[in-house]
T-cell receptor
Framework: DTGVSQDPRHKITKRGQNVTFRCDPI?????LYWYRQTLGQGPEFLTY????????KSRLLSDRFSAERPKGSFSTLEIQRTEQGDSAMYLC???????????FGQGTRLTVV | GNSVTQMEGPVTLSEEAFLTINCTYT??????LFWYVQYPGEGLQLLLK?????DKGSNKGFEATYRKETTSFHLEKGSVQVSDSAVYFC??????????FGKGTRLHILP
């Protein structure tokens, strides 16, 4: 296992388009997180799953954002009708629920033009 | 709600200087505490952690002690190197909750 992987690493899209990101966690981890990070800021929590169940969504997450984790394995984060304010680094992390240490992927950098 | 406050950067030091980056937290219950590091062009990685009061986390010469009485988890290193230049994030988790991060402190080490 090579750790948490995210795809794509970079995405440039036009305002109003939909984008989807994928995260493959460490295989034995049952918890998966999505964060957003903008320049000079710490990661902001967006949502997290335990197995396939989405346990919490941040108030930051508008209804244009949706995340899924079918079968409790990989996860997707979709942003509909992208806006320039969505430009950020989107980070995925995974962990064991019994151990709150999280392992992060390299992130997907989204630029909305 | 739970939160983390860490000293603002950037922090600039000469090589071999002593480093302290302050971190305090607010949490219900008994959180686990972490320091994550982000080197230029790389993803976040765990530097050290402590899961209960008075625990000391350590790694790569860095240390931090979980102080419940002062709700602090300050990061220290006795002699920094140029390769320590990075952004450092203090974070907490209450186990069943998400991980909350501070805003990060950028560290520059001059040769």
């Amino acid at each position: 296992d090579t750790g948490v992987s995210q795809d794509p690493r970079h995405k440039i899209t036009k305002r109003g388009q939909n984008v989807t990101f994928r995260c493959d966690p460490i295989s034995e981890h049952n918890r998966l997180y999505w964060y957003r990070q903008t320049l000079g800021q710490g990661p902001e929590f967006l949502t997290y799953f335990q197995n396939e169940a989405q346990l919490e969504k941040s108030r930051l997450l508008s209804d244009r954002f949706s995340a899924e984790r079918p079968k409790g394995s990989f996860s997707t984060l979709e942003i509909q009708r992208t806006e320039q304010g969505d430009s950020a680094m989107y980070l995925c992390a995974s962990s064991w629920v019994q151990d709150s240490e999280a392992f992060f992927g390299q992130g997907t950098r989204l630029t909305v033009v | 709600g739970n939160s983390v406050t860490q000293m603002e950067g950037p922090v600039t030091l000469s090589e071999e200087a002593f480093l302290t980056i302050n971190c305090t937290y607010t949490a219900t219950g008994y959180p686990s505490l972490f320091w994550y590091v982000q080197y230029p062009g790389e993803g976040l990685q765990l530097l050290l952690k402590a899961t209960k009061a008075d625990d000391k986390g350590s790694n790569k010469g860095f240390e931090a002690t979980y102080r419940k009485e002062t709700t602090s988890f300050h990061l220290e290193k006795g002699s920094v190197q140029v390769s320590d230049s990075a952004v450092y994030f203090c974070a907490l988790s209450t186990g069943d909750d998400k991980i909350i991060f501070g805003k990060g402190t950028r560290l520059h080490i001059l040769p």
